[in-house]
């Protein structure tokens, strides 16, 4: 299967990534992961390539990356799934509030009303 | 991230201790409750629709209910049960988050719903939190929750956002 993972920054999104890159070495998926600003979050870019090429390097796994520029990241993942025929999108989300309550956040919204591609929340 | 508050701060809200009768005619006693209400409160969230559950709240299982009761009876939270005939039938919780402001929750048991009690709770909550000197109080609620919204908005909350699922709203005490 060809995977798009989506990372934006939050801790969700790298622990998204870890589970990830664990699975496709388990099945021998393909993954590009797409890296993009969320307003939530408080990590540009650069960042946030760093902390994805250190965790390919410390699982000694080959993925490709992309960066999704613009503000519109879920449209964008959603566009990029389509077009360039991934069979997943895979994405970190739901965080919880210290109260307990999960809320979703607007990107991975976004993605699960609109994408025609299979998505995978992982939480 | 700074959340919006209303401009105006909300009239004084009754604190605990009270009794009311709800529209049932069922007396009921709104309390401050605390770490030591543990079990009461136990009792109630296992008797718990899980269809009536909101956002992953209450958790399903036993032991991930206790984690969680650990936290929202912890330090610096505040709570108040409605009690009926010595049973928590209802249960509503203040819980400070990183920024030093209150997040609100609220649960009424199934058979308990409809009748009044979830405004009364809501309302002591906030006299409580009044007196303890809470100034920002806050929640999330799921857009399609029409009851929660309706209570929320009737005890002065104002909506702050609503462009995802969860709306949320708030109130200045
Ligand atoms: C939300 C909840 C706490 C409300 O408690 P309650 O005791 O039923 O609330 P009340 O009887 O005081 O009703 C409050 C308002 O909700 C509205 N309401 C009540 N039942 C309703 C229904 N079935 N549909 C639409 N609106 C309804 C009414 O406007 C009512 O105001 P009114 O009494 O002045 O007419 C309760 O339904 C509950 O526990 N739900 C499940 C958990 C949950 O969703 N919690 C909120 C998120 S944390």
Redesign the pocket.
């Known amino acids: 299967m060809d995977i798009l993972l989506g990372v934006g920054g939050s801790e969700l999104s790298y622990h998204a990534l870890e589970e990830t890159v664990e699975r496709a070495q388990a099945t021998g998926d393909e993954l590009t992961v797409a890296i993009f600003h969320n307003e939530e979050v408080s990590a540009d870019a650069e960042e946030i390539r760093e902390r994805v090429e250190t965790t390919l390097a410390e699982t000694d796994f080959d993925a490709t990356i992309r960066r999704l520029e613009g503000d519109s990241p879920g449209s964008e993942l959603v566009s990029m799934a389509e077009s360039d025929g991934f069979d997943r999108i895979v994405l970190g989300g739901g965080e919880r509030s210290t109260l307990g309550k999960i809320q979703l956040g607007a990107i991975v919204e976004f993605v699960l009303l609109n994408s025609q591609t299979p998505v995978t929340l992982i939480r | 991230m700074t959340r919006d508050y209303p401009d105006e701060p909300a009239d004084k809200f009754p604190g605990p201790p009270r009794t009311v009768t709800d529209r049932e005619g069922r007396e009921v006693e709104l309390l401050a409750a605390d770490a030591s209400d543990h079990d009461g409160v136990l009792e109630m969230y296992l008797s718990f629709d899980p269809a ?1 559950r ?1 956002q992953g709240i209450p958790p399903a299982r036993e032991e991930a209910i206790e984690d969680w009761l650990d936290t929202i009876l912890g330090e610096d939270t505040l709570n108040v049960v409605a009690v009926h005939e010595g049973s928590v039938v209802g249960h509503a919780t203040l819980v400070p988050d990183r920024h030093g402001e209150h997040e609100l ?4 048991l199934q058979p ?8 009364n709770l809501v309302e002591t909550l906030l006299g409580l939190a009044q007196s303890e000197g809470l100034e920002k109080v806050w929640l999330t ?1 799921e857009r399609w ?4 919204v ?2 929320y908005k ?1 005890v002065g909350f104002e909506t702050t956002e609503a462009e995802s699922f969860e709306i949320e709203m708030s109130i200045l005490l």
């Not at chain 2, 929750?105 to 009424?108: G, L, M, S």
């Not at chain 2, 308990?112 to 405004?119: D, H, L, M, V």
């Open positions: 009536d909101a929750a609220i649960f009424v308990f719903q409809g009748a009044g009690i979830g405004t609620v929750n029409d009851p929660a309706a209570l009737k």
